[in-house]
């Protein structure tokens, strides 16, 4: 057995080492190697970094792994922040609102005329005539009512017959999806029952309107149009009105009233009980203002001779509600915000009567 010298084995051990560290060096400086065989450079840290402080775990302020399932945005679609959405919607063009107007269409015998076709039909605004651009023979927006009950001093002789008819509609225009409010108004205006559908409870507020004294009339119409367009879009807004007419005592006057109706686009009926027939005995201002307002928003009067024509005339309130006609349409030219503009419905080739809004508000542009 040959044995080298401890001298001459540790001289050869660093002849190996030092021929290592060369072809490492040697290794470093062949740029000609391809990519897979050249090594790895060590990553840099920051000055005032240490070798612990790249090892250390992260820190837990960091959002963690979502979980399975979630939708990660990639670099290439990131999701556009709260602040990014909300300067795309500020960059949608106004809208311009759709007009709908509710048309009753009458025969010679002043009896509705349902089934037109919409050739049948012209709308004008200021005069132009508009493309009709919804056309429904027979509306199916439901109802929002507010019938509204007269209980002055001077309409007291017939309230109870009043009271009975007005039950009797109640009981016969409500359909599914309907609702009606009853409101007393002498020198007040009550409402003494909410919006419902509840038949037997709106008979029993009605029977129940307290006796007043004086008669806001303006009042009445200006609430209960606040009242009904408190209601939302996509119902069709319906006053009853049944009074003597005899304005005494309303804080609004007329040209509030009328602002009000054709604002909140209701529908005004008036039925008006006259206790002195004869027009030089009593105060007629009431009922010309009436016949303005009621003509305006597109309803009818009524001139009972006699408390029993109740019934026949809220019988034909509720056919032509049942009858009537929704044409829309988008306004060409549309007209500045704020302002009234006059839309007139024809009806082609028959003898017909139309009604429907002579007006309308535009609205904030």
Known sequence: MISTPPRALAAAVAFLATLFVAGVALSQDKPDRPP??????????????????ATAPLPPSLPSPPPPGSIVPTPEQPLRPP?????????????VDLVSILASVLDERNRPSPDLPVE????????????????????QLPLDLALMIDSSLSANKEIGFEKEAAAHFIRQVLRPGDRLSVFGF????????AFSDNVAMLQAAVRKIPPGAG????????????????RGEDRRRVIILVTDAGETTSTADFDAARKEAVRSDVLLYTIVIRPVKNESGRNTAGEHALTTITETTGGDMFFPDTPQELDVIFDLIDRELRTQYRLAYYPTPRGPANTYR??????????????????YLTGAQ
Do not use: C, M
């Open 36 to 53: 897979w065989a050249q090594p790895k450079p060590k990553p840099k840290l920051p000055a005032n970094s240490s070798s612990a402080d």
């Open 83 to 95: 602040e990014d959405a909300d300067a795309q919607r500020g960059k949608i063009k106004v809208k």
């Open 120 to 139: 049948a039909f012209q709308v004008y605004e200021e005069g132009v005539l508009q493309k009709i651009e919804v056309f429904e023979s027979e509306t």
């Open 186 to 193: 002498d020198e007040n205006v009550t409402q003494i029952a």
């Open 215 to 230: 008669t806001s009339i303006y009042d009445a119409v200006l609430l209960g149009a606040k009242a009904l367009e408190r």
């Open 342 to 359: 006059k839309v007139e419905v024809r009806v082609l080739n028959g003898d017909y009567h139309v009604r429907s809004r002579t007006t």
